[in-house]
Structures are given as structure tokens and as C-alpha cells.
T-cell receptor
Framework: GAVVSQHPSRVICKSGTSVKIECRSL??????MFWYRQFPKKSLMLMAT???????TYEQGVEKDKFLINHASLTLSTLTVTSAHPEDSSFYIC????WGQGIGGYTFGSGTRLTVV | AQTVTQSQPEMSVQEAETVTLSCTYD???????LFWYKQPPSRQMILVIR??????QNATENRFSVNFQKAAKSFSLKISDSQLGDAAMYFC??????????FGAGTRLTVKP
């Protein structure tokens, strides 16, 4: 089945630095990928939708200058948290749409736990 | 606004028994899809079952089945013969117009041996 690889699984960074999270579809082309944020014991909140070759669409309230999304190829989307602060600490999950699977073709990465110290 | 509501923050079931998790949603769209995902402690999202809104027949996947009531905008998940491995967070989700997926707040299921 479809596999989405997300790296790193855990990252600790210093406040003020930037960190990049990669989301890669391994065996299918993902023209659309989604980025979610999940707080402890909470639901997944959609941050943005990225489409290959175009600008990402951000949800209301998500700072696009802080959370930079790049979807430069059909298999890779990246989320860069710029000038990270402790309040950005969270669990980030990506999802890729595999149109070949029809409506059920949403595959999730294993997530990235970001800790900003 | 489109919303998904899971009114049960926590549920508990005895091993081998049956449990039903509730989910309601609000949309004016006619074309949409509904899902149940399981998130174990590893936090990997695992698809449990999905339902196309245009289909009247309730989806079934082994011990998991749904009760889809379109008029009532209800989409409950029934887990039969509960197993210890079923313990997890369960999220109800929908997709409108083949677009992004939105989730409910989740229900934490505990399975007692």
C-alpha cells in the first residue's frame, strides 16, 4: 500500500532557530499534501494544503511566514518552522493524497515531535 | 462552518464486548466522504473504515462497522468483539469535494481485560 515517510520523527531545537520537516511519498505521486498540528490529547488541526508546483493554502490563523511549506516535487513536501519558539512545540503530521486510490487515498506520515527549548 | 462533533471524550468497553462511538457532522454539501481513524500511542494514523455519502449501505470492515444516517448527519462506529489492541484514540473525519480532511475532537477508547 501507499507509504508516506516523515522525517525527522523527533527534533529538539533552540528558540530562534529554524527546523525543517520532510514528508515524502515513497511509492506514489502526491500532487496534494496536507500538514496538521496536534497538541497533546487533542485533535489534528489542519494547518495548510500544499499542491505541487504552487503556493500552499493556509488555514485561517496559521502564520504562513512562520510555517513555510514547499512542495517542489510530486513526492516531497517540506514544512519549515522559522524562528521557532517554545509555543511552536507540538506534534506535526503530514498526509498525502494518492489519487490512484480514489477517495480512500489519504496516507499519513508517522509524525514529528518538535520541542523548542 | 463545517464541523465534526464527537461527544464522547472517553469510552470504555470490556474485552469481547461491543462498543459504539458516536460522530455527528454538519455540512450543506451533498458530495462528501466520512472516515474513522485510529491513533494508538505511537500516534500513527490508521484508517479503520470509510463511507461514501452517496452510498446507502453501511460500510463494514471485519469487526468494525458504521451506522450512517445521512438525514441525521450521524456516522457512528461500532466495534464488535473488542480486543485489547483496539485501545486507542478514535477520530471521525470528513472530506468535502475531494479536498482536505477535517477531524473531530476524538474519543479515547479503553479496553478492559
Amino acid at each position: 500500500g501507499a507509504v508516506v515517510s516523515q522525517h525527522p520523527s523527533r527534533v529538539i531545537c533552540k528558540s530562534g532557530t529554524s527546523v525543517k520537516i520532510e514528508c515524502r511519498s515513497l511509492d506514489f505521486q502526491a500532487t496534494t499534501m496536507f500538514w496538521y498540528r496536534q497538541f497533546p490529547k487533542k485533535s489534528l488541526m489542519l494547518m495548510a494544503t500544499s499542491n505541487e508546483g504552487s503556493k500552499a493554502t493556509y488555514e485561517q490563523g496559521v502564520e504562513k511566514d512562520k510555517f513555510l511549506i514547499n512542495h517542489a516535487s510530486l513526492t516531497l513536501s517540506t514544512l519549515t518552522v522559522t524562528s521557532a519558539h517554545p509555543e511552536d512545540s507540538s506534534f506535526y503530521i503530514c498526509s498525502a493524497r494518492d489519487w490512484g486510490q480514489g477517495i480512500g487515498g489519504y496516507t499519513f506520515g508517522s509524525g514529528t515531535r518538535l520541542t523548542v527549548v | 462552518a463545517q464541523t465534526v462533533t464527537q461527544s464522547q471524550p472517553e469510552m470504555s468497553v470490556q474485552e469481547a464486548e461491543t462498543v459504539t462511538l458516536s460522530c455527528t457532522y454538519d455540512t450543506s454539501e451533498s458530495d462528501y466522504y466520512l472516515f474513522w481513524y485510529k491513533q494508538p500511542p505511537s500516534r500513527q494514523m490508521i484508517l479503520v473504515i470509510r463511507q461514501e455519502a452517496y452510498k446507502q449501505q453501511n460500510a463494514t470492515e471485519n469487526r468494525f462497522s458504521v451506522n450512517f444516517q445521512k438525514a441525521a448527519k450521524s456516522f457512528s462506529l461500532k466495534i464488535s468483539d473488542s480486543q485489547l489492541g483496539d485501545a486507542a484514540m478514535y477520530f471521525c473525519a470528513y472530506v468535502l469535494n475531494n479536498n482536505d480532511m477535517r477531524f473531530g475532537a476524538g474519543t479515547r477508547l479503553t479496553v478492559k481485560p
